[in-house]
């Protein structure tokens, strides 16, 4: 089992930014490729960004693609969301998701992934 905990959310004004964090505890040793998710009031979850296991291929929505970057820590343990001009639309409950995998791919479909955190809340006002 993993467990995932997202923190970094809050409030800021267009412009702005925010970094989330995404932390994975459990079944040490394995890996696990991870994305970003977000889901505004009214709307269906939708995918922001993801990472293979390494960290070196990654895939953004194109919403995001240029103001958003997905990392990873050495330890591969923390996975991070720099958030940068930030726009109202990203309004959002933000969740982080992990699926095992070795193959270094990376995953852009909710279906993919079987480990979800709890969400982190991100208002961005105009």
């Known amino acids: 089992q993993v467990r995932l905990v997202e923190s970094g959310g809050g409030a800021v004004q267009a412009g702005g930014s925010l970094r989330l964090s995404c932390a994975a505890s459990g079944r040490a040793g394995s890996t696990y490729a991870m994305g970003w998710f977000r889901q505004a009031p009214g709307k269906e979850r939708e995918f922001v960004a993801a990472?293979?296991?390494?960290?070196?291929?990654?895939y953004y929505a194109d919403s995001v693609k240029g103001r958003f970057t997905i990392s990873r820590d050495n330890a591969k343990t923390t996975m991070y969301l720099q958030m940068n001009s930030l726009k109202p639309d990203d309004t959002a409950v933000y969740y982080c998701?992990?699926?095992?995998?070795?193959?270094?791919?990376?995953?852009?479909?909710?279906?993919?992934?079987?480990?979800w955190g709890q969400g982190t809340q991100v208002t961005v006002s105009s």
């Open positions: 998701a992990a699926r095992q995998d070795v193959s270094g791919s990376y995953y852009y479909t909710s279906v993919a992934y079987n480990y």
């Open positions: 990472s293979s296991y390494s960290g070196a291929s990654t």
